[in-house]
């Protein structure tokens, strides 16, 4: 347990369905991350928030949308998802605001499992 | 933008064999390390991490990663693994100031008992 919790653990949904993940830290983090992890891929970073800013986002398409209300909270809302999108989506914390600071870590949520049929 | 490499899709190791895992990097600039594991079914765990200093650091059960700048590299080793250390291990790079953590595609451990 790191404190970073995913909710749904494993998720279904068909290609015109509109659903949403969400993440919660109980750290008092103030950056917040969401990756994609596929099969034989490195993880990919999606979006980055700190201080409830959005401070990264690497070419998502906009069938992805995040939203950050505070800085315990993450959420990413899909919509119009395609088959390829199916993976394990990972949302991790950190201290601080800029993640390449000194001594900044991550730390992982466990995964939403995503299918899309 | 840094980008990180993992020679070793697949080790195959017997119990008490040391482990080596290679791990490269390319950025020149000042760079944060990590190594992180994945056990089957559970979430990335923070194995160790290199920010500055002695460049051999010492993590969790028993691992160790040497960071060596003029080969970019980031080796994770373990004198003796054991089967529990079955998993999957990736090292990771995030230039410093920057948002941009990269990871490498990982390698999968199997220690056969």
């Known amino acids: 347990e790191t404190g970073v919790t995913q909710t749904p653990r494993h998720l279904v949904m068909g290609m015109t369905n509109k659903k949403s993940l969400k993440c919660e830290q109980h750290l008092g983090h103030n950056a917040m991350y969401w990756y994609k992890q596929s099969a034989k891929k490195p993880l990919e970073l999606m979006f980055v928030?700190?201080?409830?800013?959005?401070?990264e986002n690497n070419s998502v398409p906009s069938r992805f949308s995040p939203e950050c209300p505070n800085s315990s909270h993450l959420f990413l809302h899909l919509h119009t998802l395609q088959p390829e999108d199916s993976a394990l989506y990972l949302c991790a914390s950190s201290p601080h605001t800029s993640a390449g600071g000194p001594e900044e870590t991550q730390y992982f949520g466990p995964g939403t499992r995503l299918l899309v049929l | 933008a840094q980008s990180v490499s993992q020679h070793n899709h697949h080790v195959i190791l017997s119990e008490a064999a040391s482990l080596e895992l290679g791990c490269n990097y390319s950025?020149?600039?000042?760079?944060?390390l990590f190594w992180y594991v994945q056990y089957p079914g559970q979430h990335l765990q923070l194995l160790l991490k290199y920010f500055s200093g002695d460049p051999l650091v010492k993590g969790i059960k028993g691992f160790e990663a040497e960071f060596i700048k003029s080969k970019f590299s980031f080796n994770l080793r373990k004198p003796s693994v054991q089967w529990s250390d079955t998993a999957e291990y990736f090292c990771a790079v995030i230039a410093y100031n920057n948002n941009d953590m990269r990871f490498g595609a990982g390698t999968r451990l199997t220690v056969k008992p």
């Open positions: 928030y700190s201080l409830e800013e959005r401070v």
């Open positions: 950025y020149g600039g000042t760079v944060n």
